[in-house]
């Protein structure tokens, strides 16, 4: 019969392992909320961050038109004392990951219009470029206008919102 003799190494190294398995696991379990940023936003003592929301498992994307005037898709956001109007210049019911997207912004109201698309798991990113003011344009919705540029991180529900002073309208688009 084979005896085998204890040896300090084998019993640090199963000590190792176990201290590892629970390091995974504690990580796999949840921790703090996770923010990622896409771009730097120019922040000012009055811009508040709305707070995360909870994003839907199974997404139910804002009904999409499209405009009559530009033949482009649009679809009217969900808001409280607003209105609120999204144009995208991309087909929104085929954006993928890392496709970097133009959506035009019209929002009733008074006050900085500011914007950020918030996942489930509590991510959320600010647009890589914008919010941009725009002077004018053809198309006829209610409201100031802006322009973002969207470069989404994972595919999923994400949940467009916007704010205005008293305002604030969410759309959400489904990402491949």
């Known amino acids: 019969m084979q ?8 019993a640090f190294r199963g000590k190792w392992y176990l201290l590892c398995l ?3 696991l504690a990580a796999c379990a949840g921790g703090p909320t996770t923010t990622a940023s896409l771009s730097p936003q120019k922040t000012t003592s009055s811009q508040v961050t709305p707070p995360l929301s909870s ?3 199974t997404c139910q994307p804002t009904a999409l038109t499209t405009n009559t005037t530009t033949s482009i898709p649009e679809a009217q956001g969900k808001a409280t004392n607003a209105e609120l109007w999204a144009l995208f210049f991309a087909d929104p019911q ?4 890392g496709q ?5 912004w019209r929002m009733t109201g008074s006050g900085d219009f500011q914007i950020v698309a918030r996942h489930a798991g509590n991510i959320q990113i600010k647009p890589v470029w914008g919010p941009d003011a725009h002077g004018g ?3 006829n919705r209610p409201g100031d206008e802006w322009g973002t540029g969207f470069k989404f991180s994972s595919p999923g529900c994400w949940d467009l919102h916007t704010t205005r002073d008293a305002a604030s309208g969410d759309l959400w688009i489904m990402v491949k």
């Open 55 to 57: 994003v839907p498992e």
């Open 137 to 139: 344009s053809s198309w």
């Open 3 to 10: 005896t085998h003799k204890y040896h300090p190494y084998n």
């Open 22 to 24: 629970i390091l995974l």
């Open 100 to 104: 970097e997207i133009k959506i035009v």
């Open 94 to 97: 085929s954006i993928h990951t």
